[in-house]
C-alpha cells in the first residue's frame, strides 16, 4: 500500500518528489567496503561509476569516502575529504545538475561539501551520535538530512546487538531525533532504519516485516539492504551473487511504503519500480 501522505524533497532548490519511489546510487571512494564491485578510487573509475548510476536511472549519487561495514577501519577527516575531494570534483564536472547525497557523519565533513561542492543531501549513519554538531550543522544549512538508527558504531555495532523490544526502541529513537530537529528548523528529514547496522539477522527480518508501521512519522522512508549479509547469510551466497536477494528485499520494501532505494545495481532497482508502481496502479 502507498502512503497516502505527500512525498517530497528540497534538493539545490528544486523539490524532488517522491510519490514515485527514487532509486540512489551507491558511490564508494574506498578502499574497504564490504561489497568489492563497489570501490571506485581511480580517477577512471569513479567516472565510469557515477556515468553508470545517472545512465541506468538513478536520481541521486551517495558517494561515501568513509567504510561503514562491520570492524571498518577508522579514518580521519582529513583523509575522508581528500577522498570526497576527488569523487565530487569529478562528478561536478561531468555531471553539473546531479543530486548529490554525501554519506558523513561528521558535521565539518558536511559543511564543507554542501559549500564547496553544491552537495544537496547529507546521510548520516549516526543521526547526529557521533557528532554533536551535526544537527546543528545541518540545520544551518538547509539541505535534507537522512538519519538512520544504529546502535553502537560501525567498529562494534556486530558485537552482540541486543534489544529488549526492537520496534518499540527504534520507534522511540527516531520520534526524539525528528523531536530535536524540528526544533531546530529542520523540514527535509528522511528516516533509514539502518538494516545490518547494529542487528542481528533475525532483528533485519522484523524490521523488514514492520516497514509499513513507519507511515506513522509522515516522513520518506530510505531502504538500503543492497548486497548485505541479511541476504547473503540467509541465502548462503557472497555478495556478488546476491543481487536477485537484493530485488527481492527491494520489492518488500517498496511494497510496504520505501521511498527511496539505496542500491548498487541500479537497473534492477529502477526496474523493480516500476513495476510495482504498476501493481499499486491496480490497487483500489
Known amino acids: 500500500m502507498k502512503s497516502s501522505f505527500p512525498k517530497y524533497i528540497n534538493v539545490n532548490?528544486?523539490?524532488?518528489?517522491?510519490?514515485?519511489?527514487?532509486?540512489?546510487?551507491?558511490?564508494?571512494?574506498?578502499?574497504?567496503?564490504?561489497?568489492?564491485?563497489?570501490?571506485?578510487?581511480?580517477?577512471?573509475?569513479?567516472?565510469?561509476?557515477?556515468?553508470?548510476?545517472?545512465?541506468?536511472?538513478?536520481?541521486?549519487?551517495?558517494?561515501?569516502?568513509?567504510?561503514s561495514r562491520p570492524n571498518a577501519e577508522h579514518i580521519s577527516q582529513e583523509e575522508e575529504m581528500k577522498r570526497l575531494q576527488t569523487g565530487l570534483e569529478i562528478i561536478n564536472r561531468n555531471h553539473p545538475d546531479a543530486v548529490i547525497s554525501v554519506d558523513t557523519f561528521r558535521a565539518d565533513v558536511a559543511e564543507w561539501c554542501v559549500k564547496e561542492y553544491g552537495v544537496a543531501i547529507i546521510n548520516d549513519i549516526a543521526a547526529?551520535?557521533?557528532?554533536?554538531?551535526?544537527?546543528?550543522?545541518v540545520a544551518k544549512l538547509h539541505v535534507p538530512y537522512i538519519i538512520m538508527h544504529m546502535q553502537g558504531t560501525p567498529q562494534n555495532m556486530q558485537k552482540a546487538p541486543h534489544y529488549n523490544n526492537l520496534i518499540k526502541e527504534v520507534f522511540l529513537y527516531f520520534a526524539r531525533k525528528v523531536e530535536q530537529l524540528r526544533e531546530l528548523g529542520m523540514n527535509d528529514i528522511i528516516l533509514d532504519p539502518g538494516f545490518g547496522f547494529?542487528?542481528?539477522?533475525?532483528?533485519?527480518?522484523?524490521?523488514?516485516?514492520?516497514?509499513?508501521?513507519?507511515?506513522?512519522?509522515?516522513?520518506p522512508l530510505l531502504v538500503g539492504v543492497s548486497r548485505k549479509s541479511?541476504?547473503?547469510?540467509?541465502?548462503?551466497?557472497?555478495?556478488?551473487?546476491?543481487l536477485n536477494g537484493?530485488?527481492?528485499?527491494?520489492?518488500?520494501?517498496?511494497?510496504?511504503?520505501?521511498?527511496?532505494?539505496?542500491?548498487?545495481?541500479?537497473?534492477?532497482?529502477?526496474?523493480?519500480?516500476?513495476?510495482?508502481?504498476?501493481?499499486?496502479?491496480?490497487?483500489?
Open 13 to 67: 532548490g528544486h523539490l524532488l518528489d517522491l510519490s514515485v519511489p527514487q532509486i540512489m546510487g551507491i558511490l564508494n571512494v574506498t578502499p574497504d567496503s564490504f561489497y568489492a564491485d563497489s570501490r571506485k578510487q581511480t580517477e577512471a573509475e569513479i567516472a565510469t561509476r557515477a556515468q553508470q548510476i545517472i545512465d541506468e536511472g538513478a536520481s541521486i549519487i551517495d558517494i561515501g569516502a568513509y567504510s
Open 198 to 219: 547494529g542487528k542481528t539477522q533475525e532483528h533485519n527480518y522484523e524490521l523488514m516485516g514492520c516497514l509499513d508501521d513507519f507511515r506513522i512519522f509522515e516522513l
Open 246 to 284: 537484493t530485488t527481492a528485499l527491494n520489492t518488500i520494501a517498496l511494497m510496504k511504503g520505501a521511498d527511496i532505494l539505496r542500491v548498487h545495481d541500479v537497473k534492477e532497482a529502477v526496474e523493480t519500480v516500476k513495476m510495482v508502481e504498476y501493481v499499486h496502479s491496480f490497487e483500489k
Open 230 to 242: 541479511m541476504i547473503t547469510h540467509l541465502l548462503n551466497v557472497p555478495s556478488e551473487e546476491a
Open 128 to 137: 547526529g551520535e557521533m557528532d554533536e554538531r551535526m544537527f546543528e550543522t
